[in-house]
């Protein structure tokens, strides 16, 4: 387990100076568990930087609650996307203390959220998981990306801008996310008058896609749904189900596109559809975020960086709405958090899915594979009444 520490130090105004009447700032730690060696660390370290320039921004104005004034810190901990790894990791966040937690991936944040429910520690996950992580049992804990729920919004778009898809299979790693993921989109995709034809899981991880592939492609379908599947996987299972000859579409998200296409080719990779995905920036804040980062890492610009911005300034927004740092009372305040970021109006809802309002809902960017680069494609509006 490897541990980085980042954000500003509780030793003054991190160089703003002090001001009359208020001592030194005050913390609030927030422990961050994410990939950051292994398959899926591009999506990890994309994490890291990302949250620390959001933190940047909200320390220079900091929280005021009453006299006080607080700043965020970040702890960065390597759950190396192993799920046993990832328990490790938090254990020792909350025997250090840390009350506030933000879990990547299903397979870690799912086994901690009873820990993390009975510590009253507020987690915010970007992981699918449905009623084993989104449940009135677990009231403080909160999903800040949308993962399966994207499909409510897509399905109904791909009926409309794709109506020659009639056919759709699904392929998931064989995990919590997976099962999860192809569970939902079965049921949206029918909901919507699509036929589910093929329904396929593979080890995460593996290095040998072909035979999933081969199942998947004996299906005939006419849109092959990659769910829970990320990283380096969905490079090369685009590539096996080319070389195998499948011709259909692609359906897949939550990695960097441009990731994804040195891995599968530009030939392979051609015409993918990436739901939730920001290939290009299309407004101001989107286009302020996309030139700190080139400026200061160069290119290229991981898009999922758009997917992990915005939720650090929510959790800002619910604790000075709650005037307080107990994670109780700002897991309330969150619940009614409605917050303006980079797309658009977002706040909690899905209270009518999960039984409380604890998903994050927003505008669903969509993006496709065009020339081999990744390209903007549409903007969804998320549906009414989910």
Not at 196 to 225: C, H, Q, W
Request: aromatic content about 10%.
């Amino acid at each position: 387990m490897t541990i980085a520490r980042r954000g500003f130090l509780a030793l003054g105004f991190a160089g703003m100076g002090l001001r009359a009447g208020w001592a030194a700032d005050k913390t609030i730690i927030l422990g961050c568990s994410i990939p950051l060696s292994g398959p899926a660390a591009p999506t990890g370290i994309t994490t890291q930087r990302t949250v620390e320039h959001a933190l940047e921004l909200i320390n220079a104005k900091g929280i005021e609650i009453g006299p006080d004034r607080y700043t965020i810190v970040a702890e960065f901990y390597d759950n190396k996307y192993i799920p046993a790894e990832a328990v490790t990791v938090v254990e020792k966040m909350m025997a250090d203390g840390v009350r506030y937690l933000f879990s990547s991936g299903s397979g870690n944040s799912v086994p901690v959220v009873e820990k993390t429910t009975a510590a009253k520690v507020l987690q915010m996950s970007g992981a699918s998981g449905k009623g084993h992580l989104t449940a009135p049992q677990f009231p403080y804990s909160f999903r800040v990306q949308p993962t399966n729920e994207t499909a409510y919004a897509v399905y109904p778009w791909l009926k409309t801008a794709y109506p020659e898809i009639k056919r759709v299979a699904h392929m998931n790693p064989s995990d919590e996310a997976g099962f999860t993921e192809s569970e939902d989109r079965r049921m949206i995709a029918e909901r919507n008058g699509f036929t589910n034809v093929g329904n396929e899981y593979f080890k995460r991880g593996s290095t040998d896609m072909y035979p999933v592939a081969t199942r998947m492609v004996g299906f005939t379908p006419d849109l092959i749904d990659m769910g829970g599947t990320i990283g380096r996987d969905q490079g090369l299972a685009c590539k096996a189900l080319r070389e195998l000859g499948y011709q259909g579409k692609i359906l897949q998200g939550y990695s960097d596109a441009k990731s994804f296409v040195d891995i599968a080719g530009p030939d392979a990779a051609e015409g993918t559809l990436l739901f939730d995905t920001l290939a290009e920036p299309q407004t101001p804040e989107q286009k302020d975020l996309y030139n700190w980062w080139i400026a200061k890492y160069g290119p290229p610009f991981p898009s999922y960086a758009f997917l992990v911005w915005d939720w650090p300034f929510i959790l800002a927004s619910a604790i000075r709405k709650a005037q307080s740092v107990d994670p109780v009372v700002v897991a309330g305040a969150m619940r009614t958090t409605v917050y303006h970021g980079i797309f658009g109006e977002e706040r909690f809802g899905m209270k009518s899915v999960y039984g409380l309002d604890s998903s994050l809902t927003r505008q669903i960017p969509m993006s496709i594979i065009k020339g081999g680069k990744p390209s903007y494609l549409a903007t969804i509006d998320w549906p009414a009444g989910v």
